[in-house]
């Protein structure tokens, strides 16, 4: 029997609840996530380097556009391509995270893995500055109309994917959510949501057409 959750289930970048998964053995937690939101919400914590196998502390990484115009993700000093292991971590991470009945997802801003729309992709990442190190305070680090090497803003691997499999989840990133009133509609839309697949759960459980249609499918 699948387990029913009181609170809303969120899916979250581990390193924004305090987790030292980034690069450096750093965090960068949160405090209205963690204090706040997080009396509200039942975290499911992510880091899809460290659970991709990257380990803690490891080399930073970019986007980059290949030769055949497809994205990689590749070490920013070795050159080391790292899509593979990554893409392998996203397909499975994604089914167990359907099973999580999540209420929403909050990502880490310019993360090559996590960020929403603001990752640079770099033409050639031998010269690029890593979107994992650059400061978020500085425009030029993540603005690639100042930087020769980028061509754009992109989202990173894992959020693009986590997008794609769950086009109706609320998802939004920590540096979005310091907006007042985008948090408001946020977290209204997180409860919505949990609201509705609660229904629907129940629904199902009473014997709904939607457990009839699973059931004949057996």
Not at 12 to 23: K, T
Not at 88 to 110: M, N, P, T
Not at 147 to 153: G, I, P, T, V, Y
Request: charged share 30%; hydrophobic share 35%.
């Amino acid at each position: 029997m699948q387990r029913e959750y009181q609170k809303p289930r969120v899916g979250i970048s581990a390193c924004l609840l305090g987790e030292r998964v980034r690069y450096d053995g750093g965090h960068k937690r949160d405090a209205w996530l963690v204090e706040v939101l997080g009396r509200d919400v039942e975290w499911v914590p992510v880091c899809p380097e460290v659970e991709a196998g990257f380990g803690t502390p490891r080399e930073p990484i970019d986007l980059v556009r290949g030769a055949d115009n497809t994205i990689r993700l590749v070490a920013v000093d070795t050159q080391h391509d790292v899509t593979k292991p990554m893409q392998r971590f996203i397909d499975r991470r994604l089914e167990e995270l359907a099973a999580e009945r999540l209420s929403g997802y909050v990502l880490k801003a310019g993360s090559p893995s996590c960020g929403l729309d603001d990752v640079p992709i770099h033409d050639d990442g031998r010269n690029a500055r890593s979107a994992e190190t650059a400061d978020p305070a500085d425009a030029s680090s993540v603005n690639p109309a100042n930087s020769e090497s980028s061509a754009f803003l992109d989202s990173g691997l894992f959020a693009k994917a986590l997008r794609s499999r769950f086009p109706n989840l609320p998802i939004e990133d920590e540096r979005r959510l310091a907006d007042p009133e985008r948090r408001r509609r946020f977290v209204e839309r997180v409860f919505a949501y949990h609201r509705h697949i609660s229904a629907t759960r129940s629904f199902e459980n009473a014997g709904g057409p939607a457990s009839e249609s699973r059931e004949g499918t057996k």
